[in-house]
């Protein structure tokens, strides 16, 4: 019976390993053909870019002049919060710390805390900096600590991209795991994922699996959930303060409130997008709840993962930095960066002892494959940056081109392949935007794909990508303390990257690209900031 067991499982988990890579090879975009998608944007059934829950109770979490500050407030405020309105004429959108592929946010989050409010579960309504009380229960909760459960909306990005939506609905994940963890530390907190929930988990404490309260309104797909607290929590009692099976049991006999707003009358079906969701869903790692982060990862005996000493005075970036965050939607084409802040910015994307890395349970999966257009005493061509010095001989094995992997600097471990001009190809390849060709250099995220789906399973599909984010997130602040900008581009033609590398199989696989140079700005747009007491100076 057991044996039967067994076998029972390594089919299941066979079966949802194929879908992955049918799901990820068929959402590939190519020169003939882009992923399956509508083809043009049904603006009737766009979605509202805010969830509530109507009937909800409201904890507002904006500051007042009488009361000190909330460290939960301000943890919200500098992720997962508005940072400006931009209008244009009579068109007016808002921008949040946390970016977004289109500006669509699939991600929302859910707070479990007691500090200063009633124990309970609460939804985070970052339209109006507030808490919106999904669930009220009785158990014991340190005042000093809370969780943070983050779910996906698929609707919002299948809307405008399809199947390819579960992409981008995981990078966007992984940018907010970032922001939160830095966010956190401006607030002189930790905070960490906790691999031990599963999605089963998540969605009961969230209360995403409440039939009743979503009637018509669009479901949410558990992501993960994050612990945060003081430095000087260690890890054992971390372990019990987010004790699952308590809590769980506390949140199933709360009192619950609130019904979910629907986003779009009209929706379309994305059945492959299902498919992937159930084969890609975490039972949870209980084996890992208690390991600390050290820069690798102790269960697995991996040594090498490149860990570098980012300098005291750049431990953490400032509140200021990531509420002027923005994504450049066009770049001058012209400017030109010193080797010496070309190599800082690589410096800041490798895993390091600090925020946000230190929020992650796995080592280093993806690589960086540059295209370098225009950095002061750094020759223009194809390069590539391994953030895991083990994954050195697997890279040099699956780039089957004659590359030259001549060490650039000792301050990183980026190695030369191939000298030219390679504007062009890097705008070819990410979808003909110019954007890729026009900033000072632009890459491609390259993953660990089948030896980290066959070491973590299916679910880590999404870790890949969530990493990805954190990635994109930690680049896009690193631009922005530069003086310059980037953005994430999530449309690449897959196969055409992977050819430039001589890549030839899933060893390794592009997940996101990005670009930073020199913003040119639309002086057409207006600015206010995100919320209405930062507008009256309150």
């Known amino acids: 019976m057991i044996e039967s067991s067994f076998q029972s499982t390594i089919s299941n988990q066979q079966s949802a390993l194929s879908l992955v890579h049918s799901y990820h090879d068929g959402t590939k975009h190519h020169f003939h053909q882009f992923s399956r998608s509508l083809g043009y944007l049904d603006w009737a059934s766009q979605p509202a870019p805010f969830r509530s829950f109507r009937g909800a109770p409201e904890v507002p979490l904006s500051p007042r002049p009488d009361a000190p500050p909330s460290t939960l407030g301000d943890v919200l405020r500098h992720s997962l919060g508005l940072s400006a309105w931009k209008q244009f ?117 969230t209360g995403i699996d409440r039939d009743e309260d979503f009637v018509e309104a669009e479901r949410e797909e558990p992501g993960c959930v994050m612990v945060v607290g003081p430095w000087s929590l260690d890890v054992g009692p971390w372990s019990s303060v987010a004790g699952r099976e308590q809590l769980l049991a506390a949140v199933r006999a709360g009192n619950w409130t609130g019904k979910a707003s629907q986003l779009s009358e009209a929706h379309v079906q994305w059945t492959f997008i299902d498919e992937i969701a159930r084969a890609t869903e975490d039972v949870g790692r209980d084996g890992l709840k208690t390991v600390p982060y050290t820069g690798r990862l102790p269960s697995t005996g991996l040594a090498g993962n490149a860990l570098q000493d980012v300098p005291p005075d750049r431990d953490a970036f400032s509140r200021g930095l990531v509420l002027q965050r923005r994504s450049a939607v066009a770049l001058d084409g012209r400017s030109s960066i010193s080797a010496d802040r070309f190599f800082d910015m690589l410096v800041r994307a490798m895993p390091a002892a600090g925020p946000p890395w230190d929020a992650l349970w796995w080592d280093a999966r993806i690589h960086l494959a540059l295209f370098v257009h225009r950095v002061d005493g750094v020759d223009p061509g194809l390069y590539v940056l391994v953030r895991n010095d083990r994954a050195t001989e697997a890279l040099e094995r699956a780039m089957t081109r004659d590359f030259l992997w001549e060490r650039v600097t000792d301050r990183v471990p980026l190695f030369l392949l191939a000298r030219g001009d390679c504007r062009r190809l890097a705008e070819r390849v990410s979808c ?99 919320y209405e007491w930062e507008r009256s100076g309150h």
């Not at 989050?109 to 009633?118: D, K, R």
């Not at 973590?456 to 990805?468: K, V």
């Not at 303390?481 to 897959?494: L, S």
């Open 89 to 205: 004429r009579e068109s007016r959108w808002s921008l949040r710390v946390n970016p977004s592929s289109g500006n669509l946010h699939p991600t929302e989050a859910y707070v479990v805390s007691s500090s200063g409010l009633h124990h309970g579960v609460y939804h985070y309504a970052a339209d109006r900096h507030a808490l919106e009380q999904r669930c009220a229960f009785a158990a014991d909760w340190p005042d000093d600590v809370f969780l943070v459960a983050l779910t996906s909306i698929h609707w919002r990005e299948a809307w405008k991209y399809g199947e390819r939506a579960f992409r981008y609905c995981q990078h966007d994940l992984g940018h907010a795991i970032a922001a939160s963890r830095i966010a956190a530390a401006l607030a002189g907190l930790r905070a960490e994922m906790r691999p031990d929930w599963s999605h089963r988990d998540i969605a009961a404490l």
């Open 432 to 530: 003909d935007q110019e954007i890729a060709g026009d900033g000072f250099f632009s890459l491609g995220m390259l993953a660990e794909f089948d030896a980290s789906l066959a070491e973590f399973g299916p679910a880590f599909y999404r870790h890949l990508f969530w990493e990805s984010g954190v990635v994109g997130q930690v680049l896009y602040l690193a631009a922005e303390a530069a003086g310059t900008r980037g953005t994430g581009i999530g449309c690449f033609y897959d196969e055409p990257v992977h050819d430039v590398f001589g890549l030839t199989d899933h060893t390794f696989q592009s997940l996101y690209h990005f670009t930073i140079g020199i913003p040119v700005e639309d002086t057409r747009l207006t600015t206010e900031p995100g």
